[in-house]
């Protein structure tokens, strides 16, 4: 039932074909798949193992290894808190009961309603912003108990337009015209680069 | 003191992520350059400006585009733009704000060296970073920037680019590649597997990092030489420090490679302005997670590889973390190795266990139920990770993960060694909780 809709197996092979190696585009693939389910359940695992040429226990051999993909559903805001060394000395442990009281989890749990996740992350790449947060790998800096509560409460009130719903990492695709497009180089094929002339 | 600023000149232009945004700050000019020259010339050009490395090895980047066996074709570029060790926030911002510098460098390194093929691979937590580089892929294939036939020459390239899906790991080139060929991202053993010779899918293959290639523009136009004679004797350049923690402004800022010092960074009013609330420093990571800790009487060293690397420490990803005096370093400390023993991948003993441990009795210690020997035990799991605690550390492991882990361990328990001591008499103090009881 969660195999993918005929504009996204589409969309798999097109990336697919940019890869000289169908199974490089697994990773993708597995973010094409939980964008469709906001999460990636068995039976789309089982296709993208179809699409790249692989067991279905590969797929899952990968997909354990990246916290990203998820293989439960999670709430439709993943809001992630970060407790890196920055945000830690600048009142992350503040922040994240802060956020467990406001949402009434724990980190790693959702809430009954399926809106919200919350977990403690490591580093999020905004050190010089500190506490720093995501919600569905959106940013928000510099965060305080007080826009912590807003950021919540327009979420529920869907006032955030701006975030998308788990699963859509970005909005803005690659798309390669075929007019355009030199190809994907094939490590089984011995060429010079025809710039490089004979030297 | 002020230098022109090189990677972060358009961070104040509002439309610098668009194409025209970029060709009217004079983008694409390098590239350009780059293709009314020999292809050997634009790799001499790069040798010349000395360009270090800027993601956390800070090898010349010149030196190991020559590893590249001669006669072994395809050679491939891969962007490691993988950045998630702690402290470290740069190549986002690069990637968001001016993400055709990037391309315009992997376009130039790809020329230069006949790579033909680059992936561009940017970590998955960063939505913003993947929009603002796919509109600007997009917006380049259709100029002619990309792809076939660039600016009407013979040289064509794809820039294909890859979303990763969190793990710290892949930021290790190897383990880069192996997460690019679908598998977990593990770190392959070298030797064999140095990328220039064999890469991936076993070709040669160059693993730069995002502000690495976004510096080429900016050295082809300007030439090598200019480069270098920015900075210090060795590092060269500009580069980007992030300043975090207990400082009135933290931020990021570009400056002179190799001689602004760490007190200019940290105190002086136009960079982070010194302590917040007036407070005393305690310490300061000068490069990343990984690093060991610099005190007061390392202020006044310069911001230079060498130097750094000598005083027992690294710049490593360009990441400055600042405590104060209020900071508890046991908790930091716990903090630091939680962050290794969460991101270990698994594939070293030493590292997969060691990490493991460290965390779980320094957990022990903050929660004031440590055993008497804890300490004793915390120093021999270090020893076996990274045998003397050397630096650079003596590897028992294919990567440096697990030795960075032992960097925090060792600096806080060279300085701090009462606040450890501390929590131990004070899980004595406490009455044990009874296996059973009744």
């Known amino acids: 039932m969660s195999r993918f809709i005929d504009e996204n197996l589409r969309l798999a092979r097109e990336i697919i074909a940019r890869y000289p190696k169908p199974r490089s585009a697994m990773i993708p693939l597995l973010h094409l798949a939980q964008e469709q389910n906001g999460y990636v359940p068995q039976d789309a695992m089982e296709e993208v193992a179809e699409l790249v040429g692989v067991s279905s226990a590969e797929v899952l051999g990968t997909l354990s290894f990246y916290e990203m993909f998820k293989q439960i559903q999670p709430g439709r805001y993943q809001v992630n808190i970060c407790h890196g060394i920055s945000c830690f000395l600048c009142g992350a442990g503040e922040l994240l009961s802060h956020a467990e009281e406001k949402l009434g989890i724990k980190s790693g749990g959702t809430t009954p309603d399926g809106m919200f996740s919350l977990e403690a992350v490591e580093c999020i790449a905004a050190c010089t912003e500190a506490p720093a947060l995501q919600v569905n790998y959106r940013y928000s800096h510099r965060s305080t108990s007080e826009g912590f509560d807003e950021l919540v409460d327009a979420l529920a009130a869907g006032d955030r337009t701006d975030i998308p719903e788990h699963g859509i990492l970005a909005t803005v695709r690659q798309r390669i015209p075929s007019e355009r497009a030199a190809g994907a180089s094939s490590p089984d094929v011995s060429e010079v680069p025809v710039w490089l002339g004979e030297g | ?438």
């Not at chain 2, 691979?121 to 997009?138: F, P």
Request: hydrophobic share 40%.
């Open chain 2, 1 to 438: 003191m002020a230098v022109d600023h090189i990677i972060t000149k358009r961070f104040n232009i509002v439309d610098a992520h668009t194409l025209d945004g970029y060709l009217a700050s004079g983008g694409y000019r390098g590239l350009r350059r780059a293709l009314e020259m020999v292809p050997s010339d634009v790799h001499e050009e790069v040798k010349t400006a000395s360009l270090l490395g800027r993601g956390g090895a800070g090898f010349p980047a010149g030196v190991k585009w020559g590893f590249c066996p001669p006669g072994v074709w395809p050679r491939y570029l891969v962007v490691n733009g993988d950045e998630s060790e702690p402290g470290t926030y740069k190549d986002r911002l690069l990637m968001e704000r001016d993400p055709h510098q990037l391309i315009e460098g992997c376009l130039i390194a790809s020329y230069a060296l006949g790579l033909s093929q680059c992936f561009l691979y940017v970590r998955g937590e960063m939505a913003e970073a993947q929009e603002r580089v796919a509109a600007a892929l997009n917006e380049a294939y259709e100029a002619g920037y990309i792809g076939k036939n660039i600016c009407g020459t013979d040289f064509s390239v794809d820039i294909v680019l890859h979303w990763g899906a969190g793990a710290y790991i892949v930021g290790e080139e190897t383990a880069l590649l192996e997460s690019l060929e679908g598998r977990r991202g593990m770190p392959r053993l070298k030797p064999p597997a140095f990328p220039a010779s064999f890469g991936l899918y076993g070709k040669p293959t160059i693993v730069n990092n995002v502000e690495t290639l976004s510096n080429l523009p900016w050295i082809i136009e300007h030439g090598g030489a200019a480069f270098a004679e920015l900075g210090g004797e060795q590092s060269t350049g500009t580069r980007m420090f992030a300043v975090s923690g207990h400082v009135k402004r933290p931020g990021v800022y570009e400056v002179e490679f190799g001689v602004t010092t760490f007190r200019e960074i940290i105190y002086a009013d136009e960079y982070a302005g010194g302590i917040a609330g007036g407070r005393e420093l305690k310490c300061f990571i000068p490069g990343g997670a990984s690093a060991p800790w610099f005190y007061e009487e390392h202020l006044d060293l310069p911001l230079d590889k060498a130097t750094v690397d000598q005083a027992g420490s690294m710049l490593g990803s360009g990441a400055i973390v600042v405590m104060d005096e209020t900071t508890d370093a046991v908790a930091a400390c716990h903090n630091l190795v939680r962050f290794f023993a969460r991101e270990s991948c698994g594939k070293c003993t030493p590292c997969r266990e060691g990490t493991a441990w460290m965390e779980q009795i320094l957990s022990r210690v903050l929660h004031r139920q440590a055993r008497p020997d804890d300490l004793d035990l915390l120093l021999d799991i270090c020893d076996n990770i990274s045998p003397g605690f050397a630096w650079p550390p003596k590897m028992t492991t294919i990567c440096p993960l697990g030795p960075s882990a032992v960097s925090p361990v060792i600096s806080a328990l060279g300085r701090f060694k009462d606040e450890f001591e501390t929590y131990i008499a004070q899980s004595q103090a406490r009455p044990r909780i009874p296996v059973a009881s009744g």
